[in-house]
């Protein structure tokens, strides 16, 4: 087994960055090569480059809190769990979670399963807002979305996942909403007991 260095409890690490800009193709080179050969041919499939400037991004956070709580170089090999959830070759005990929107990404690692959502706040047909979370505030509509998405994220299988709004909670289930960027609105699923750790957040300018 293996543990993060310097690290006497496992809390929920977590990490974001603002993209202001878009990417330079230096920076794309770069990130790209971050990434593990099943992700790149992934991007590969993009129609315009631009569609890739968030998922490399939110490799390169995936990358720099592997770093920094393993001392990790390279990203292991993938292998896809039961409903396509990514986790990693041979380290069962390093879990992790990525979520990417518009001009945003956010990166959850921990030991245990977690699973994160991040949502830009925009704008939203009133009749939308009713059907899905019965209210017509944007900000109430997303945080319901990013509390849906990141349940269906920690078991894998996205919004085909029970609704927190309309089913029980699950046993042990907790949802941690948590700051970012203004604008923004993120949550975090986790069947553990364990806190989650201030966002680490970084700006591309």
Same mark, same amino acid.
């Given at each position: 087994m293996?543990s993060?260095?310097? !690290?006497?409890g496992?809390?929920?690490?977590?990490?974001?960055?603002?993209?202001?800009?878009?990417? +330079?193709?230096?920076?794309?080179?770069?990130?790209?090569? =971050?990434?593990?050969?099943?992700?790149? #041919?992934? =991007?590969a499939? =993009?129609?315009?480059?631009?569609?890739?400037?968030?998922p490399?991004?939110?490799? &390169?956070?995936?990358?720099?809190?592997?770093r920094?709580?393993?001392? $990790?170089?390279? =990203?292991?090999?993938?292998?896809? &769990?039961?409903?396509?959830?990514?986790?990693?070759d041979?380290?069962? #005990?390093?879990?992790?979670?990525?979520?990417? +929107?518009?001009? &945003?990404?956010?990166?959850?690692?921990? !030991?245990?399963p977690?699973?994160? !959502?991040?949502e830009?706040?925009?704008?939203? *047909?009133?009749?939308?807002?009713?059907?899905?979370?019965?209210t017509? *505030?944007?900000?109430?509509?997303?945080e319901? $979305?990013?509390?849906?998405?990141s349940?269906?994220? $920690?078991? /894998?299988?996205?919004?085909?996942?029970?609704?927190? #709004?309309? *089913?029980p &909670?699950?046993?042990?289930?907790?949802?941690?909403?948590?700051?970012t960027?203004? /604008?923004?609105?993120?949550?975090?699923?986790?069947?553990?007991?364990?806190?989650?750790?201030?966002?680490?957040?970084? +700006?591309?300018?």
């Amino acid at each position: 087994m293996i543990s993060p260095k310097g !690290d006497g409890g496992m809390k929920i690490h977590l990490y974001a960055i603002r993209l202001d800009r878009p990417l +330079t193709e230096e920076e794309v080179q770069t990130l790209t090569r =971050l990434m593990p050969p099943q992700r790149r #041919e992934r =991007l590969a499939r =993009l129609p315009r480059e631009e569609l890739c400037y968030e998922p490399l991004c939110a490799y &390169a956070a995936l990358y720099h809190g592997l770093r920094k709580l393993y001392g $990790w170089k390279s =990203l292991p090999r993938f292998r896809y &769990a039961e409903y396509g959830k990514p986790e990693f070759d041979g380290y069962p #005990e390093v879990q992790f979670n990525i979520s990417h +929107t518009r001009g &945003a990404v956010l990166v959850g690692i921990h !030991d245990k399963p977690i699973g994160v !959502d991040i949502e830009c706040i925009r704008p939203m *047909s009133e009749r939308m807002m009713q059907r899905i979370a019965g209210t017509s *505030s944007p900000g109430e509509f997303f945080e319901n $979305w990013v509390r849906r998405e990141s349940r269906g994220k $920690w078991g /894998g299988s996205g919004l085909a996942a029970m609704q927190p #709004e309309r *089913s029980p &909670a699950l046993a042990g289930e907790r949802f941690c909403f948590v700051d970012t960027f203004p /604008g923004y609105v993120a949550c975090v699923c986790t069947h553990s007991q364990d806190e989650c750790g201030p966002v680490e957040c970084f +700006t591309l300018k």
